[in-house]
């Protein structure tokens, strides 16, 4: 099992990506804590659940710090649909609050155990819908995760020469219950799928084992000689 014997923390962890990460990394001997701003979203996991804000530095501080992972996959992020002209400020606090800063917030809290220890793996949940590649109505979230990569890269810079990684995995569409919501929102759901669908190179979405998959190897010691990459899992989109 490629992550025996180690601690892992990860955030949104109730569904979707970040619910498959967490079994995955069950499955492959972690010690896992799940986290979820709905901590009922986290039942029948097997591992330790909690509930928390992703948002809120002092929670994330205080929870992350009494684990002292070995391995922090941050998982938490919103989609908004927007045009530059229809970006508010309200939204752009709210997707920076939650794609970048929470993400600054437990990358705080975990390093000073990984340095202690010299060995650790930071997993950045990004998008190909950043400075990838230009999406339509995906301003707000694109900048945002434009951000994510290039907080990726600077603490792959300042941390790799004491044994920490920090990797990023830019998904591209999955089938996840975000992207259910945006469907629902269309007035014709089936053909809003089917849209969707019809856009992908490989003619299918992706699905979230698919990105966990990944992680897991970006988490483990296969990947020791690995930082600051913007690894692309998005079905040869940007290909």
């Known amino acids: 099992m490629r992550l025996e014997g180690k601690k892992v923390f990860i955030t949104a962890a ?27 979203l986290l039942e029948g996991l097997n591992c330790d659940i909690a509930q928390m804000d992703a948002t809120n530095e002092e929670a994330v501080s205080r929870k992350v710090r009494a684990v002292d992972p070995d391995v922090l996959i941050n998982c938490a992020g919103f989609v908004h649909t927007d045009t530059v002209l229809q970006v508010t400020e309200d939204n752009l606090d709210f997707a920076f609050d939650l794609n970048v800063k929470a993400m600054i917030y437990t990358m705080q809290a975990a390093i000073p155990g990984m340095l202690d220890r010299a060995d650790g793996s930071i997993v950045n949940l990004a998008s190909i819908a950043s400075s ?29 020469t004491q044994g920490i990684r920090c990797n990023c995995i830019s998904p591209g569409t999955v089938d996840s219950p975000s992207l259910q919501d945006r ?55 940007t290909a």
Request: one cysteine or more; hydrophobic letters at 40%; glycine letters at 10%.
């Open 14 to 40: 109730g569904q979707g990506i970040g619910r498959a990460i967490a079994e995955a990394c069950i499955t492959e001997g972690a010690s896992v804590v799940a986290t979820d701003l709905d901590a009922a």
């Open 132 to 160: 990838t590649k230009g999406f339509p109505n995906r301003c707000t979230y694109g900048l945002t995760k434009g951000a994510v990569i290039g907080l990726t890269k600077s603490v792959a810079a300042d941390y790799m």
């Open 183 to 237: 469907l629902r929102a269309h007035d014709n759901y089936e053909q809003a799928r089917k849209d969707f669908i019809a856009r992908q190179p490989m003619m299918r979405l992706g699905k979230a084992q698919e990105i966990a998959h990944m992680a897991i190897y970006l988490a483990s010691d296969e990947s020791k000689y690995m930082t600051g990459q913007e690894v692309r899992v998005d079905g040869g989109t």
